[in-house]
């Protein structure tokens, strides 16, 4: 069966036919984190959900390359810069750097590509030259250069192809630089920003003068140096449709003159208890704060992961406490699978596989794969109570268990009283030990060792002991 997804282009849901004529390769690009402050869990549910896309379509047979982007310059950046009197990269390098720690810590696979955008200047400067060559783009009088919305709709093309557009109520002229605005002051956007004195030391030459390129070029830029022209799926949370994505659709099918995604998909808000997420309300968690309760990364996604991606989700620590029940629940079944099973090889339970497959390929829906989940470990647990599995069955169980998890991600086991840098390296050794690098996994075990801590290969998976 081929998988459905809400295409917030079309405003339906649609089967996925990737552009590759052979059907197999799919190009995913996922707007990546703008690196000014640790993510926070809004941000992760994003996260998360591009994580379920690819490993997804990965699990449908497809060949992905997904990228995301690393935001490292833009206006709220340049005033951290400015506020914390530090260099652009000094700034932004430390939120990059725990930016890529917190998606390990969630298991989030890594992707192929994370372009800069202060990496590829030239590529922007290029994407907004063809813009100006075609009359779409135009420097104006403070030497910025922006995008000629009315002249991009002369051209013929759609501005407001994500969301309708009350362009009566336009204030025709008038210019927004800022990177960020509202639907009901929608004008012409900054492509290039000239460069102004709080830039500071934070500009690049150009032939429209010194200055520094708008947000939303850049995705343009990046996205389809890395997939092409068209591609097929984007993804981000719902706030960047508008005049994000929108955005970034006029400036790719200006310059280009072909459509430039297939299928959008756009992950819904997260509340926080009940509430809009803000530092005032002491609602505001990052995923740091979170790990600082006592609460692992497996459990934090395994909640992110409990609704629709397409639903506004209420994230609670009550909800969290009850993601590790439920992952109690399935390491203990998985757990006694695996020592009945003892390691024997067997081709994974058709059933199980067809039924979860079934539910992700509506339109990824979460809720009715968890339930095959919580079907089965019922089932489970009931037939070994009553010594009703054989070594076949309880293997084969296993094997679909175990592609069941390559989508869900929830599989790694780490014990929870070891210090968080030693819960990293359990991480990283057994995601060695799966790539097969037992060289790194050997040395991983060394080094834990030296810090008075031994690894103990469990059928619960593995656990840190002190020396
Ligand atoms: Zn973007």
Not at 4 to 20: A, H, M
Not at 112 to 133: C, D, G, N, Q, R
Not at 235 to 241: H, P
Not at 287 to 298: M, V
Request: hydrophobic share 40%; charged share 25%.
């Amino acid at each position: 069966m081929a998988l459905k997804l809400f295409n917030t282009l079309s405003r339906s849901i649609q089967d996925f036919v990737p552009l590759d004529p052979a059907g197999k390769k799919a190009g995913l690009y996922c707007c990546g984190p703008t690196v000014y402050d640790f993510a926070h869990i809004g941000n992760w549910r994003t996260f998360v959900f591009a994580d379920l896309v690819r490993r997804t379509l990965e699990f449908k047979g497809h060949i992905v390359t997904h990228v995301m982007n690393i935001t490292d310059v833009e206006d709220k950046i340049i005033k951290r810069v400015r506020e914390t009197k530090t260099s652009l990269r000094e700034f932004t390098g430390q939120y990059e750097t725990a930016f890529f720690e917190d998606l390990k810590t969630l298991n989030c696979l890594l992707p192929h590509h994370t372009p800069h955008a202060t990496e590829h200047i030239p590529e922007i400067i290029s994407l907004i030259e063809k813009l100006v060559a075609r009359g779409i783009a135009y420097r104006a009088a403070d030497g910025s250069v922006y995008f000629g919305i009315e002249k991009y709709r002369g051209c013929g093309c759609t501005y407001g192809q994500l969301l309708k557009l009350n362009f009566d109520e336009m204030r025709a002229g008038e210019r927004v630089k800022s990177d960020e605005y509202a639907k009901e002051s929608v004008a012409d956007f900054a492509l290039w920003k000239a460069r102004v004195p709080e830039d500071g030391e934070v500009f690049w030459p150009s032939p429209f003068g010194d200055g520094r390129p708008g947000w939303h070029i850049e995705c343009s830029a990046m996205s389809m140096k890395m997939l092409g022209e068209s591609f097929d799926l984007h993804l981000g949370g719902e706030d960047l449709v508008f005049p994000h994505h929108e955005d970034e659709i006029a400036q790719s099918e200006g310059a280009t003159g072909k459509p430039f995604v297939k299928y959008w998909l756009h992950g819904a808000h997260l509340l926080v208890e009940g509430k809009k997420m803000s530092k005032s309300l002491g609602n505001f968690f990052t995923l740091r704060d979170l790990l600082a309760k006592g609460f692992t990364g497996r459990e934090i996604r395994c909640l992110l992961l409990g609704a629709h991606y397409r639903e506004t989700f209420n994230f609670t620590l009550e909800g969290l406490q009850g993601a590790r029940t439920s992952l109690a629940r399935i390491d203990e079944c998985v757990g006694k699978l695996r020592e009945l099973a003892g390691g024997t090889a067997a081709v994974a339970d058709a059933d199980l596989v067809n039924a979860f497959t079934a539910a992700l390929d509506d339109d990824l829906n979460i809720s009715a794969a968890w339930g095959v989940i919580f079907k089965w470990v019922s089932k489970m647990n009931r037939n070994l109570a009553g010594n009703a599995i054989m070594v076949a069955e309880a293997a084969s169980a296993l094997a679909a268990w175990e592609k069941i998890d390559s989508v869900l991600g929830i599989g790694l086991m780490v014990e929870t009283e070891a210090p968080a840098e030693l819960k990293q390296l359990i991480i990283d050794r057994q995601l060695a030990r799966q790539a097969k690098d037992f060289k790194r996994s050997d040395a991983i075990r060394d080094e834990l060792k030296a810090k008075g801590w031994v690894i103990e290969d469990t059928p619960k998976g593995q656990k840190l002991k002190k020396l």
